[in-house]
């Protein structure tokens, strides 16, 4: 058996003809949405991601700001912006790119920011509504995994799920995203001991510790539904994810690629967190 790919590029196109079609529609009312992405220093991979964001807010027709500053930027000055674009009426997100600088507390900087314009999900709010199944913004990687689960029409009620990882920004919330749709959820980590015994018995697998092969061939029970989240370079310098993809795809039922799986829904999914916070203002 080989699986069957969910292609993130393929439902991100989807999704943003929907959210481009819904900015037309709040134009029309006068508001256009806007993202305030804030880069600190000069990290490549950081201003790769951040140019992705402003183009997908161009091509969705939203109101776009990047805030570029050297690394030398004080954890007051970038405070002292935060508070400025909480502030500010033409900004529905915001967006401070991590990692930042040594001399800087992220989490001071994300508690920052308005909970309302908390796009990314990370604020302690948007934690805190999500554990307890309020409404909030999700974070967008597990968001984007949530709706690739939704495109292949996949129920979610009484399968077993794993995931592999327990960071705040993807393990931690995939598992509460899962356990909302009433999937029973082992979260495995560094500390699991023994992995490859949890995953025989899950339905789907989510892997999300930026390793490679952390999932092979012989982890996964036949038919199970398999998102990488990984994001790793292979010995050729290739992009690879968490899981031994060649292998995997011969036994699981559905797979995501990397690239081009879960990847381009996070982008998707920030963009439809920061329309949503927009259609706010009208509801």
Same mark, same amino acid.
């Given at each position: 058996?080989?699986?069957?790919?969910?292609?993130?590029?393929?439902?991100?196109?989807?999704?943003? #003809?929907?959210?481009? &079609? !819904? +900015?037309? =529609? *709040?134009?029309?009312?006068?508001?256009?949405? /806007?993202?305030? @992405?804030? $880069?600190?220093?000069?990290?490549?991979?950081?201003?790769?991601?951040?140019?992705?964001?402003?183009?997908?807010?161009?091509?969705?027709?939203?109101?776009?700001?990047?805030?570029?500053?050297?690394?030398?930027?004080?954890? #007051?000055?970038?405070? &002292? !912006? +935060?508070? =400025? *674009?909480?502030?500010?009426?033409?900004?529905? /997100?915001?967006? @401070?790119? $991590?990692?930042?600088?040594?001399?800087?507390?992220?989490?001071?900087?994300?508690?920052?920011?308005?909970?309302?314009?908390?796009?990314?999900?990370?604020?302690?709010?948007?934690?805190?509504?999500?554990?307890?199944?309020?409404?909030?913004?999700?974070?967008?990687?597990?968001?984007?995994?949530?709706?690739?689960?939704?495109?292949?029409?996949?129920?979610?009620?009484?399968?077993?799920?794993?995931?592999?990882?327990?960071?705040?920004?993807?393990?931690?919330?995939?598992?509460?995203?899962?356990?909302?749709?009433?999937?029973?959820?082992?979260?495995?980590?560094?500390?699991?001991?023994?992995?490859?015994?949890?995953?025989?018995?899950?339905?789907?697998?989510?892997?999300?510790?930026?390793?490679?092969?952390?999932?092979?061939?012989?982890?996964?029970?036949?038919?199970?539904?398999?998102?990488?989240?990984?994001?790793?370079?292979?010995?050729?310098?290739?992009?690879?994810?968490?899981?031994?993809?060649?292998?995997?795809?011969?036994?699981?039922?559905?797979?995501?690629?990397?690239?081009?799986?879960?990847?381009?829904?996070?982008?998707?999914?920030?963009?439809?967190?920061?329309?949503?916070?927009?259609?706010?203002?009208?509801?």
């Amino acid at each position: 058996m080989t699986a069957q790919l969910i292609d993130g590029n393929a439902l991100s196109r989807q999704l943003r #003809a929907d959210v481009s &079609a !819904r +900015v037309t =529609a *709040l134009k029309a009312k006068g508001i256009t949405p /806007g993202l305030a @992405v804030v $880069l600190v220093g000069d990290n490549p991979a950081s201003q790769v991601y951040v140019r992705n964001k402003v183009k997908a807010c161009e091509d969705t027709g939203m109101h776009s700001v990047l805030e570029r500053w050297p690394a030398t930027l004080s954890e #007051a000055e970038l405070l &002292a !912006r +935060v508070d =400025a *674009l909480n502030h500010d009426k033409t900004i529905h /997100g915001i967006l @401070v790119q $991590l990692p930042l600088p040594a001399h800087i507390d992220a989490q001071k900087v994300i508690e920052a920011i308005s909970p309302a314009k908390d796009v990314d999900g990370f604020h302690i709010a948007s934690a805190g509504a999500l554990m307890t199944g309020m409404p909030g913004f999700w974070p967008c990687t597990p968001y984007g995994c949530m709706k690739m689960l939704e495109s292949i029409g996949y129920e979610l009620k009484g399968k077993h799920a794993v995931v592999i990882g327990r960071s705040n920004i993807v393990g931690k919330p995939m598992a509460l995203m899962l356990l909302q749709q009433n999937a029973t959820v082992t979260i495995c980590h560094s500390a699991t001991k023994d992995l490859k015994a949890l995953t025989l018995q899950a339905d789907v697998i989510v892997a999300a510790v930026g390793k490679r092969n952390v999932l092979t061939v012989d982890m996964v029970k036949p038919g199970a539904v398999v998102l990488d989240v990984g994001m790793n370079r292979n010995d050729e310098g290739k992009l690879c994810g968490d899981v031994d993809f060649d292998g995997v795809k011969e036994i699981a039922g559905w797979i995501t690629p990397v690239p081009g799986g879960v990847g381009p829904m996070t982008i998707t999914m920030l963009m439809v967190n920061t329309l949503e916070s927009a259609e706010r203002l009208v509801s």
